[in-house]
């Protein structure tokens, strides 16, 4: 078993030296040497006895130094865990990490290396230490370091540290990757101090939530070095359950530290930075935003290729124009060049874009609404720009680090549309579930100027738009040895996507685009004849690998979703991909025989188990049925099922009563009904989370139809031989 802290800490970070330098040393005395006040802390709070473990002390530090162009930074942590019980034990007997590393940061990440140490020891009861030799100890297991503590024991103390040093070069502004954490961890935790260090040039963000402490200065002996440090004690564990945020329900802190070296570099950086390296900044007013954003999303591109596109077209009104200019977009500067990066991705050509003549890739958020507003700037129809956060991550009133802004268009169309950054298949109106209904920013221009911001609100959207459908017909074979599955699914709105992206091959909506837009192929842009067939042929060949896979993987699908043993002769066909509208359905059918599966012979009759045929449903486990915490999701949602069963000849049904049921409430609804019409069995079942978000006090309500949903999952029917 892996241990949950160090497994995570290991993989993020990476190891790559043990050798005894003077680093490592240094690390191992930062940590465990004379000024560690920690080392003889050996006792757990009373009220913590009956905890798995406790962390006695954790200790985050974060350092930032620059030296002309070469910027260091240090990030390490150390915890001296107790183990209190024999989970706790398999918990910690094993970590796994990788070794080698290379910094991501500045510009010559190919070649800057960067040194990781690591501490392992455990102490015993009678307080004898046994440090681990980690280096010795290790074992690679498919290209994964593995190394076991041996001899752990109940009441064993382990005590770790991992420090990291990356060095790089940078001559331009630069954030470091945001940290966004809770303040606790699956267990309780004693003692608990983050540090910082950081010197001219060095900008923090950094606030609190939810009651955490907030970070306080440290007085240091040189004018450009600053510190900081947050102290907390008496942390209890967290604990989490599913549709839960933690950062909005638990103490938690955020910070991003940016690296500006001058004015110049600071007026470039693509976030809200304080006034002066000194202050720490805890929040971002919305002027901040309007002046950040009203450089970075000025109307500009060629859109000569749209305007050319329109030239033999009428609309009726601009939400028709505004719509076909969108997807247009997605096919002319993403889906047209999907072929090419398949062929360059299977090595069959280097560089197949050369076709293309000078194609133009709109890849970021950026590109995209400059772009985009250029357009709507020379149609004149009026915009806002939308600068939102999601849900999970808080208000946009708690707006404190820009890698966390969602930036879209809203077009104030008769009724207002909206657009975003497209990838391969976003429609028009459509954004991510997790900023709906949430305050935002709206940014307006007045000329060439975006100089106007104000707050609006985002519209939600229903268990109705989101909707998964089944239309499922099944039969008996004629040995009575299995059924013959054929099921017809359909999904729109916010359920679509995941389905597309893991259903549609890309000749499945290439194709359709290239007929949409009178564009060319990427073997009809091949002009050589000898050229053309060579990589035709070896792109076909690609198609029928990709099309094999697929099918293998379909089949495990349908054995997991139908909970069946085997799958055979299954056949699938594509009947609408969905990608012209997020209200319009994304179809596909599926066909195949359940063998020995879902029935069983009882004399002369037969059950069957037709519960099943809605898949998987939540069991939710005791502890989760005392909840406290609120209840987030990611958006409404609707499954709604059609079973038709059609009865072999000779036979009656028994059982019905049982798949008659209805909890129906303000959270949600399990309805199931079930009728037999001449010689079919017609089921019907609708399952609905009716909000994105239930109060704590709610949570009975939805235990109600969940309950039901999962009950149905097993339930029967008698096949009686007349």
Known sequence: MTIKGLTI????????????????LAAKDFFWGNSDNYKNVTDTPEKWANESAVILYKNENYDFHKFGKNVTYTSSVRKRIKLLDKAAVEEFSEFAFTKRFRSSKGRYTWKEKGNNYVGVKIVKPGGSEIEIDVEKESVEVDGETKVAIANLEIGDIIDYYFYRLEPFKTTYAFGFDPVETNLGEEYPIVDFKLFFETENDFFINFNSFNGAPKLKEIPTEKKNMRRYELIASDIKKN????????????????????????GKFEDRALAFLPEKEKIIKSSVAKEEVLELYDNRFKPDGDIGDVRKFFKKKTFKNDTEKVTEAYY???????????????????????????????????????????????????????????????????????????????????????TPIYAQLFSIHTNINEFSPL??????????????????????????????????????????????????????????????????????????????????????????????????????????????????????????SAKGEYRVDEVEDYTYEINNTGRYGLDTYFTFTETFNAKNSLIKKAGPNYIIEIGKLIGGQIDLEEKERNRTANIYAQN?????????????EGFTIAGLDKLNKSVDNETGAFISTAVIEGNKLIIKTSKQYKHNFEPNSNWNKMIAFIDEANQFTNEKILLKKK
């Open 435 to 556: 900023i709906e209904d949430t305050e935002v920013y709206l940014l307006s221009p007045t000329r060439n100027k975006i100089d106007i911001i104000k707050k609006g609100k985002l519209a939600i959207s229903t268990h109705l738009d989101n909707e998964t459908k089944k239309e499922i017909t099944l039969s008996l074979n004629n040995d009575f040895s299995g059924l013959r599955i054929s099921s017809i699914n359909s999904h729109k709105g916010h359920s679509k996507k995941d389905e597309q992206y893991n259903r549609l091959m890309f000749t499945d909506y290439v194709k359709e685009d290239y007929t949409k837009y009178e564009t060319k192929s990427f073997i009809e842009l091949i002009k050589r004849k000898k050229d053309k067939a060579r990589y035709k042929k070896e792109l076909e060949a690609l198609i029928e690998k990709i099309k094999g896979k697929q099918k293998e993987k379909f089949e495990n």
């Open 9 to 24: 800490l290991f993989i993020t970070f990476s190891i790559f030296s043990f050798s005894q330098s003077k680093e490592e």
């Open 239 to 262: 604990e989490y359950t599913r549709w839960f945020y933690p950062l909005l329900e638990l103490p938690s802190y955020k910070f991003q530290v940016y690296f500006a070296r001058s």
């Open 636 to 648: 409404a949602r609707s499954f709604n099922y059609n079973i038709t069963f059609n009865i072999p």
């Open 328 to 414: 247009f977009m997605r096919h002319y500067y993403l889906t047209r060049f999907v072929e090419a990066i398949f062929v360059k991705d299977a090595n069959i050509m280097y560089n197949p874009f050369v076709y293309y003549g000078y194609p133009v890739f709109i890849e970021n958020q950026k590109q995209f609404v400059r772009h985009f507003t250029e357009f709507l700037k020379r149609e004149k129809i009026k915009y806002e720009i939308v600068v939102a956060k999601k849900r999970f991550d808080g208000s946009i009133d708690d707006l404190l680090i820009e890698r966390n802004v969602n930036v879209l268009i809203k077009v104030n169309t008769s």
